[in-house]
């Protein structure tokens, strides 16, 4: 059984900068792909970042891209969501998510096997 922990989450003005983090236990991580999600309320969650297990493979949303950053660390078991430039329109819940096919890119909810809890993001403008 694989968990995820997220943290990094709170409350920051527009234009600010938040990293989060979200912690494996008990897989071999470097060969999981992972992902980013977010649900706003009263809306459908959506895909924000994803990294297969090569770190140099990465893809995001359109609404983020060139403001937020996903890595990882497998020797930490973490992987971090770098998001800069925050716009209101960020405020969600964000949710992160593994696969166990880890050797490329996953943007669909339904393809991803383990998920956090989630930790809230809000924008103030």
């Known amino acids: 059984q694989v968990q995820l922990v997220e943290s990094g989450g709170g409350l920051v003005q527009a234009g600010g900068s938040l990293r989060l983090s979200c912690a494996a236990s008990?897989?071999?991580?470097?060969?999981?792909?992972m992902g980013w999600f977010r649900q706003a309320p009263g809306k459908e969650r959506e895909f924000v970042a994803a990294?297969?297990?090569?770190?140099?493979?990465?893809y995001y949303a359109n609404s983020v891209k060139g403001r937020f950053t996903i890595s990882r660390d497998n020797a930490k078991n973490t992987v971090y969501l770098q998001m800069n430039s925050l716009k209101p329109e960020d405020t969600a819940v964000y949710f992160c998510?593994?696969?166990?096919?880890?050797?490329?890119?996953?943007?669909?909810?339904?393809?991803?096997?383990?998920w956090g809890r989630g930790t809230q993001v809000t924008v103030s403008s």
């Open positions: 008990g897989t071999t991580f470097s060969s999981y792909a």
């Open positions: 998510a593994a696969a166990r096919f880890g050797r490329t890119v996953l943007a669909s909810l339904n393809e991803y096997d383990y």
């Open positions: 990294i297969a297990w090569r770190s140099d493979i990465t």
